[in-house]
């Protein structure tokens, strides 16, 4: 997708095109609703740990990029993919993930809701 993201934007760049792609971790989306709740009590906690900011992704946080991407303020930007992911694929055996509770998610759209298999 990142190797698409960038020939699609050095070809459609002359039509004025700018080609971006947004690459989510794991996101607390109503999609969770469809898997069984006793199987998400024994995973969540390890994708949270897996994740260095030590929480699962908002739909806001993922949407407010795509926002920010299709925004003038982007006008500069093709061919990138803007990972939205807690830094997830960051931490090493040389480089750990530090334990905190320091991250607050963005929240920013109103008619946000938390999954009911995460309630």
Do not use: C
């Not at 760049?13 to 792609?21: M, T």
């Amino acid at each position: 997708m990142v190797n698409f993201t960038q020939t699609a934007a050095v070809e459609w760049a002359p039509s004025g095109v700018r080609v971006n792609a947004v690459a989510p971790g794991w996101i607390a989306s109503s999609g969770m609703d469809n898997y069984d709740p006793d199987m998400l009590k024994g995973l969540l906690p390890r994708l949270k740990a897996a994740v260095p900011l030590h929480r699962l992704g908002t739909e806001a946080e993922v949407s407010a990029a795509i926002v920010f991407l299709l925004s003038e303020a982007a006008a500069f930007i093709s061919g990138s993919t803007l990972r939205v992911d807690g830094a997830a694929p960051n931490p090493s055996a040389v480089w750990p993930a530090s334990e905190h509770d320091r991250s607050r998610p963005y929240e920013g759209f109103h008619r946000a809701e938390l999954p009911d298999n995460l309630r």
